[in-house]
């Protein structure tokens, strides 16, 4: 009964958020897991938006406690620090499994610590949506296509990775945390969603992220699309919209500095080349698609970047 999701039951059953006609909802209790980092905090804002109760499970590792301090107290939110490694005993109906540093310079600080987060973290967190029967998102990326060899890239491609390169505690680690994901559906029936998430960019990234922009954070409506929707996954998340790294560099140049100088260095190891999301899959089946264009989307980060590095033009002037 403690999952009961809705005012009235129907019979067939009324878990994890599906809204039969004329049924009120009512809030879900949902973790989000990584809830402090950039894309787990506006999915929090979300949800509480819509009347949910969240718990954030969060090491702190990349997030941060400011991408979620204007939600405090609010009795429907709660914040644990803890490490996803580690068991944790909660009752809920939808885990959104986020935790993971995702930018290359944090995975690769501690590698163990990326391959325990995806493969342990991942386990312990389908341990417990298999206890407590939750549905079960997992957030993985485009990197499970490795350095793609079809382009572009459907979700039915079985990817180009290097098992034992630097950038592998990562994309080895979230292929794992995708079998574990599948093998706990095939064997424990648990509901579980898969997303690959396409490099986002938006407010609250990390200063210090280093990735290349391309799609904005409203990545978060297609998460929760799939979570409410009826299909499994896997789900390409991303702006399909291609450029090269130098048409890239000339809208920074246009939109911080037209005088920013722009310099040529080498590659980091097993990057991949080229890369472009087709997401026919997730029109089709989940009503999604990007909506911000590159030229839209970077001011608005940019200030947020502005704001953190300089404050706020207020504080400035005082
Ligand atoms: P982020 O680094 O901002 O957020 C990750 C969050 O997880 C942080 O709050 C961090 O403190 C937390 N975390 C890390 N290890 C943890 C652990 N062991 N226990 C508990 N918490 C832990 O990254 P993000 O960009 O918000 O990415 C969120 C998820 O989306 C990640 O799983 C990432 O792999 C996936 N993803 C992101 C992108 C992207 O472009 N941002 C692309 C593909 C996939
Ligand atoms: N787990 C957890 N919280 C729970 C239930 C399980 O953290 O509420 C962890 C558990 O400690 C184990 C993992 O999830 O490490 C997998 O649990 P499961 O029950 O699927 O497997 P088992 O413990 O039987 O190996």
Same mark, same amino acid.
């Given at each position: 009964?403690?999952?009961?999701? $809705?005012?009235?039951?129907?019979?067939?059953?009324?878990?994890?958020?599906? *809204?039969?006609?004329?049924?009120?909802?009512?809030?879900?209790?949902?973790?989000?897991?990584?809830? @402090?980092?950039? *894309?787990?905090?506006?999915?929090?804002?979300?949800?509480?938006?819509?009347?949910?109760?969240?718990?954030?499970?969060?090491?702190?590792?990349?997030?941060? !406690?400011?991408? *979620?301090?204007?939600?405090?107290?609010?009795?429907?939110?709660?914040?644990?620090?803890?490490?996803?490694?580690?068991?944790?005993?909660?009752?809920?109906?939808?885990?959104?499994?986020?935790? #993971?540093? @995702?930018?290359?310079?944090?995975?690769?600080?501690?590698?163990?610590?990326?391959?325990?987060?995806?493969?342990?973290?991942?386990?312990?967190?389908?341990?417990?949506?298999?206890?407590?029967?939750?549905?079960?998102?997992?957030?993985?990326?485009?990197? *499970?296509?490795?350095?793609?060899?079809?382009?572009?890239?459907?979700?039915?491609?079985?990817?180009?990775?290097?098992?034992?390169?630097?950038?592998? #505690?990562?994309?080895?680690? !979230?292929?794992?945390?995708?079998?574990?994901?599948?093998?706990?559906?095939?064997?424990?029936?648990?509901?579980?969603?898969?997303?690959?998430? $396409?490099?986002?960019?938006?407010?609250?990234? #990390?200063?210090?992220?280093?990735?290349?922009?391309?799609?904005?954070? @409203?990545?978060?409506?297609?998460?929760?699309?799939?979570?409410?929707?009826?299909?499994?996954?896997?789900?390409?998340?991303?702006?399909?919209?291609?450029?090269?790294?130098?048409?890239?560099?000339?809208?920074?140049?246009?939109?911080?500095?037209?005088?920013?100088?722009?310099?040529?260095?080498?590659?980091?190891?097993?990057?991949?080349?080229?890369?472009?999301?087709?997401?026919?899959?997730?029109?089709?089946?989940?009503?999604?698609?990007?909506?911000?264009?590159?030229?839209?989307?970077?001011?608005?980060?940019?200030?947020?970047?502005?704001?953190?590095? $300089?404050?706020?033009?207020?504080?400035?002037?005082?």
């Amino acid at each position: 009964a403690g999952r009961m999701a $809705f005012e009235e039951a129907g019979a067939g059953g009324v878990r994890h958020g599906r *809204v039969p006609l004329g049924l009120k909802r009512k809030g879900l209790r949902v973790v989000v897991t990584g809830g @402090a980092g950039f *894309v787990g905090s506006h999915l929090v804002d979300r949800l509480l938006a819509r009347g949910d109760s969240v718990i954030v499970v969060d090491n702190f590792f990349t997030g941060r !406690k400011e991408n *979620v301090a204007h939600h405090a107290g609010n009795p429907n939110f709660e914040m644990i620090r803890h490490d996803v490694v580690e068991p944790i005993l909660l009752e809920v109906d939808q885990i959104y499994h986020l935790a #993971c540093p @995702a930018s290359p310079v944090h995975y690769k600080f501690n590698p163990v610590k990326t391959i325990k987060t995806n493969v342990v973290g991942t386990l312990n967190m389908l341990g417990l949506a298999k206890r407590v029967g939750a549905r079960f998102l997992l957030t993985s990326t485009s990197e *499970v296509y490795g350095d793609p060899l079809q382009h572009p890239q459907v979700e039915t491609y079985w990817g180009n990775v290097n098992p034992i390169g630097v950038r592998s #505690c990562y994309d080895e680690g !979230k292929r794992t945390a995708e079998t574990l994901t599948m093998d706990y559906h095939r064997g424990a029936n648990l509901e579980v969603r898969i997303a690959r998430i $396409f490099n986002t960019y938006g407010p609250r990234m #990390c200063i210090d992220d280093g990735r290349v922009v391309s799609n904005f954070v @409203a990545q978060v409506e297609g998460l929760m699309k799939l979570m409410e929707g009826d299909h499994v996954g896997p789900f390409n998340l991303g702006n399909p919209g291609e450029f090269t790294m130098l048409e890239l560099a000339k809208v920074v140049q246009d939109t911080i500095d037209p005088n920013a100088r722009i310099e040529f260095r080498a590659n980091t190891a097993d990057d991949p080349h080229k890369r472009k999301p087709d997401i026919t899959k997730a029109k089709e089946l989940l009503g999604w698609e990007p909506k911000v264009a590159l030229r839209n989307g970077l001011p608005l980060m940019v200030q947020d970047f502005r704001t953190r590095i $300089f404050g706020d033009q207020k504080q400035q002037q005082q």
